[in-house]
């Protein structure tokens, strides 16, 4: 069964710093990695979506990556804003994604 | 909007009521999914339907009862559930399923479930 890990579990930093979050899974055969955002007590937002042929996606400030062979996946977020504060989660799968518990971002102004 | 819809937004229930958690999706998408969020633990797929027929259910217990009676629209019914059943029960959405490529998941913002 597929296993994703997610570390580190909160992460507070200065306003404008880049950062890595990082995301790890157990069974390489995987079609989709998928990252999310969630605010507290609401739903999810997808992030970024990288299918299983792909390496990487960027959207405005976000990248992220895939090394399917060594199981790991990073979201890399520039010059962040405390508008990015919020849980960040990744997950693995097709039918039936598996996710990570998450790493709490808070931006500091 | 998020394209997926969910009601109601919180809920409150006694351990003997029937309620019904209700989803709907207006993305055209093929395949929808139950996922519960409990304090403090990863996400939890419950059940998985694909084309209206159910292709997964984790070990949920039976209180827990799904129902997708056409692409757009997903039920959860819930009767004489416990207090370790309050959670945030979020709907998805995705196009592909069982055997076909997933183009990645929409979600709704979920239904908060108190059970007293």
């Known amino acids: 069964k597929q296993e994703v890990t997610q570390i580190p579990a909160a992460l507070s930093v200065p306003e404008g710093e880049n950062l890595v979050l990082n995301c790890s899974f157990t069974d390489s055969a995987i079609y989709n990695l998928q990252w999310f955002r969630q605010d507290p007590g609401k739903g999810l937002t997808s992030l970024l979506l990288?299918?299983?042929?792909?390496r990487e996606q960027t959207s405005g400030r976000l990248n992220a990556s895939l090394d399917k062979s060594s199981g790991r996946s990073t979201l890399y977020i520039a010059a962040s804003q405390p508008g990015d504060s919020a849980t960040y989660l990744c997950a693995v799968g097709n039918n039936d994604m598996r996710f990570g518990a998450g790493t709490r971002l808070t931006v500091k102004p | 909007e998020t394209g997926v819809t969910q009601t109601p937004r919180h809920l409150v229930m006694g351990m003997t009521n029937k309620k019904s958690l209700k989803c709907e999706q207006h993305?055209?998408?093929?395949?929808m999914y139950w996922y519960k969020q409990s304090a403090k633990k990863p996400l939890e797929l419950m059940f998985v339907y694909s084309l209206e027929e159910r292709v997964e259910n984790n070990s949920v217990p039976s209180r827990f009862s799904p129902e997708c009676p056409n692409s757009s629209h997903l039920f959860l019914h819930l009767h004489t559930l416990q207090p370790e059943d309050s959670a945030l029960y979020l709907c998805?959405?995705?196009?592909?399923?069982?055997?076909?490529?997933?183009?990645?998941?929409?979600f709704g913002s979920g239904t908060r479930l108190t059970v007293v």
């Open positions: 998805a959405s995705s196009q592909g399923g069982a055997g076909l490529t997933n183009y990645g998941y929409t």
């Open positions: 993305l055209g998408h093929n395949a």
């Open positions: 990288i299918q299983s042929s792909q």
